[in-house]
C-alpha cells in the first residue's frame, strides 16, 4: 500500500476512534457532540465570527451550521452581536459560559489523550501534534486552492457536506 493510501486509512480511522472514545467520554459536566465541540473551539480560537465565515472555516455548508447554532445560543454558550465593521451583519462570538464550557472540554480531552497513551513521552505526543499541525495547514491550503471562484457551480462533494 502506497503511504499516501495508507494515511487516508489511518485518518478514517482516527476519525472513528475519536468519536468513539467521545462517547465514552467520563461523565460529569456538560454534554457535548463533536459538531458542538467544533464549532466552539473556532469559535474559541478565532474570535468573533460570521456565521459564513464558521461555516467555512468548519469546511461545512452554510445551511448545516445555522441550524446548530441556535441550540448553542439556546444553551447560553454563543452569542450574537453587531458586526462593527457592517452594521448589518452579525458575530458569534463565546459567552462567558460557553467559554468555560470549551475550556472544560477541552481539559477532558487532554486527560482523555494522557490515559489512553501512557507509553508515549511528551516529545512523542509534540512530535504528533507538530505532524498534525503542519498536515491541518497543508489540507486548508489546498482545499483553498481548490474552492470554486464565486458564482460558480459547487462539485458534487461541496453538495454532499
Do not use: F, K
Amino acid at each position: 500500500m502506497d503511504p499516501c493510501t495508507s494515511l487516508a486509512r489511518e485518518l478514517v480511522l482516527l476519525v472513528r476512534t475519536m468519536r468513539d472514545l467521545n462517547a465514552v467520554r467520563p461523565s460529569g459536566g456538560e454534554v457535548m457532540d463533536l459538531p458542538t465541540a467544533a464549532i466552539l473551539g473556532r469559535v474559541g480560537d478565532e474570535g468573533p465570527l460570521r456565521l459564513s465565515t464558521l461555516a467555512d472555516r468548519l469546511g461545512l455548508d452554510l445551511s448545516t451550521v445555522s441550524r446548530q447554532v441556535p441550540a448553542l445560543e439556546r444553551a447560553g454558550w454563543l452569542a450574537r452581536e453587531q458586526d462593527p465593521h457592517d452594521r448589518r451583519a452579525q458575530l458569534l462570538r463565546l459567552t462567558p459560559q460557553g467559554r468555560g464550557v470549551l475550556a472544560d472540554r477541552r481539559a477532558q480531552d487532554a486527560d482523555l489523550l494522557r490515559a489512553a497513551l501512557p507509553g508515549w513521552t511528551d516529545e512523542d505526543v509534540a512530535q504528533l501534534a507538530a505532524s498534525i499541525v503542519r498536515l491541518n495547514a497543508d489540507l486548508t491550503d489546498y482545499r483553498a486552492s481548490r474552492a470554486p471562484s464565486a458564482g460558480a457551480a459547487p462539485t458534487l462533494q461541496q453538495e454532499a457536506s
